[in-house]
């Protein structure tokens, strides 16, 4: 993949406010501008498109993450896969069973192929962000780690949409059926910036002892308006290295650094704070009550929600994504 930071640059001069990301208490329906609304659970998804279930039980208040924009929404399903769209924005999902593929590679393969698919014939085709859930994503050895399988089928089925480079994107370890691969992203119609945090080797060049295929996703994302950083999932790495193997606080302190490192990057105002809305993977749920503790700590008026999942390094203990509104 070319190393450029502009992932797209063909779009049409519009603008388009990002979705408004919040976390808050389920109250039953949903308005008529939400995107989405993700609830960390391991029950079936309703029929409605934008209601996602994801298979990473929350640590703490029972909180739904809501995306709302600035237009009316209306989505639906296209075989597997669910959708809505408004504003400019479009938001689709799969869930993908590896028995129905031969494995991990082969389910990413497919999740993948399914919504590039989908997205190279939508409106806005510029994905910015992904998220992928998957079963015991640490289990096998060497090349053998589910993790590195999946990294090569998603390569493989990328496609085009992705050909100018990758957005930013979180790959997180879920306790539910351990068959079973998540994948959802975001996309506009206009191309957003890639952003990549000095202080660490991009992930698409990361050395062989990675595995066949390094992982494809960018630090962070900077919307189209400039208005918000999408970052990726964040967690101890200095260069291409993990910190502070079984140490806690220094993990989260090195994470702090990093998302810092990327707040500059991106060039936003520093720090986090009520327009930052984050989400912290906790591999021992034991840790939650230190983890929010630190974000309460380091950025008081920071939205922190936390969730049970392992992080695609089996040395590190947490890692945290989120949105820093400017």
Request: proline share 7%.
């Amino acid at each position: 993949m070319p190393p450029g930071r502009e992932m797209r640059d063909d779009a049409p001069s519009l603008r388009r406010a990002a979705p408004r990301v919040d976390y808050r208490p389920r109250d039953g329906d949903l308005c008529g501008r939400t995107l989405a609304c993700f609830r960390f659970d391991t029950q079936p998804s309703p029929d409605d498109a934008r209601v996602l279930h994801v298979p990473l039980p929350l640590l703490g208040d029972a909180l739904d993450e809501v995306w709302q924009v600035d237009g009316d929404v209306v989505h639906g399903h296209d075989g597997a896969l669910r959708w809505s769209r408004g504003g400019g924005w479009l938001f689709a999902a799969i869930e993908v069973h590896e028995a129905a593929h031969g494995g991990p590679e082969e389910a990413a393969e497919h999740a993948y192929g399914c919504l590039s698919r989908f997205v190279a014939d939508a409106e806005e085709r510029h994905v910015q962000r992904i998220w992928n859930y998957l079963g015991a994503i640490n289990r096998g050895d060497g090349d053998d780690e589910r993790y590195k399988h999946f990294c090569t089928g998603r390569i493989r089925g990328m496609g085009e949409v992705f050909a100018q480079g990758f957005p930013a994107a979180t790959a997180i370890g879920h306790h539910g059926d351990s068959g079973l691969l998540q994948v959802y992203l975001l996309a506009t119609d206009r191309p957003g910036t890639r952003v990549e945090n000095p202080r660490q080797v991009s992930a698409w060049r990361y050395p062989r002892q990675y595995g066949r295929t390094p992982p494809s996703f960018a630090r962070a994302t900077r919307l189209p308006d400039d208005d918000v950083l999408a970052i990726s999932g964040t967690a101890a790495v200095v260069g291409h290295a993990s910190a502070h193997a079984g140490d806690l606080d220094a993990q989260l302190d090195e994470t702090a650094r990093n998302l810092d490192a990327l707040v500059e990057a991106g060039e936003l105002p520093a720090g986090f704070g009520h327009n930052a809305p984050l989400k912290a993977y906790v591999r021992d749920p034991a840790h939650a009550n230190a983890v929010r503790t630190f974000v309460t700590r380091r950025w008081p008026d920071t939205p922190v929600l936390a969730v049970h999942g392992d992080i695609c390094r089996a040395e590190l203990l947490v890692e945290i994504d989120g949105w820093r509104y400017r």
